[in-house]
């Protein structure tokens, strides 16, 4: 180093030496880190299992390494499980309008395949070009207006027809009850209504055989002039006199039973299990009886800091409790548990006491507890 230089000069040599230095630090780091794992598609397997209703709401939509899709998946076929549910957010496949990228749900609905379990597909979430420019207007992802309501559509049909035959069951939109998952906006059940028209029809152009799910409503108790939400009932009823019975062939539905256990009484005034027969009495109020009701999303919290939360123990007694009952209803098909693992713990407290399996994969004693229940083991966390 020339001591005589200016010291600009010497200060801007020592910060290339320390460039130089990291660079090298760097490049023996990733000679040394092992190679990723190489992901492989193992011999065809097969779910065994004594409750066909049972499913679990997988949420790998932001799972990044294949492995752990992997993994996920093999231990909902080794829990009995027969079904998921997984989220296809419309931004990941069509991020430039026309423009299909399908590299994200062809990998996850391939494991599922794999091990043998059947896809149900919730569709929705808002690409940017589908949304007002930002210096017009700052919208969330969950933002659609009635003009690209056919865009929607459209994204709808091409994912039908591309997975004809391999995911038969599709979810229109999420919760949009909630003004949270509607734009953050007055939620609007006419123009869900017509949103779900469009995607309806363009379902079935897609796939034929297709079953689309309507509502995915969530269970609240707001006023119908509520900014926050609207009653999952009242939606339902103004979902109907909207025209809606002719644009699903059945209803999603979420419920959840926070403290109460699932043998408590529906009440139209509390969230509890049992609110999806009020739910039901709707439907056949509206003469929609022949259809059937999925449940989408449901299940008990045992977080230890959480006012709505139950003991583990009693988490595990009554989520039995609520398979039991849905497989006695004869208008009432998967129970879908929210949620199986998420992909980072930390990132939703909430969720992770939600989950069945860690994001490290540690099997939870609900998970062991549902495993003996489909394969008609002994509970080995049994009173």
Known sequence: MDLTAPLPTKKLLRAAGLVARLLILVWVLKAIAP??????????????????????????????????????????????????????????????????????????????ENQGLDVIARLGLVPHWARPPVHEKVTTFTYLTDEHFEAFADFVRAFAARYRGRVDTIIIWNEPNLSIEWGDRQVDPEAYTWLLRFAYAAAHEGNPDVTVLGGALAPTTEAEDSLYGMSDIRYLERMYEAGAAEAFDALAVHTYGFTLPPQDEPDPDVINFRRVELLRAVMERYGDGDKSIVITESGWNDDPRWTRAVRPG???????????????WPWAEQLCIWIFRQPLDLHNRRDAYYA????????????EAIQAYARGWENPYAP
């Open 314 to 328: 009693q988490r595990i007694a009554y989520t039995l409790d609520a398979f039991d009952m849905v497989a006695a």
């Open 35 to 112: 190679a990723p794992p190489i992901v492989r598609l193992g011999p065809p397997q097969t779910v065994h299992t004594e409750q066909p209703a049972i499913c679990v709401h997988t949420r790998l939509t932001d799972e990044v390494e294949e492995w752990k899709i992997q993994r996920t998946l093999s231990m909902v076929r080794e829990m009995g499980a027969p079904t998921i549910v997984e989220f296809f957010p419309w931004p990941y496949v069509e991020g430039e309008r026309g423009e299909f990228d399908w590299s994200h749900p062809d990998r996850i609905i391939r494991h599922a």
């Open 356 to 367: 069945l399996v860690s994001s490290d994969f540690y099997a939870r004693p609900i998970y």
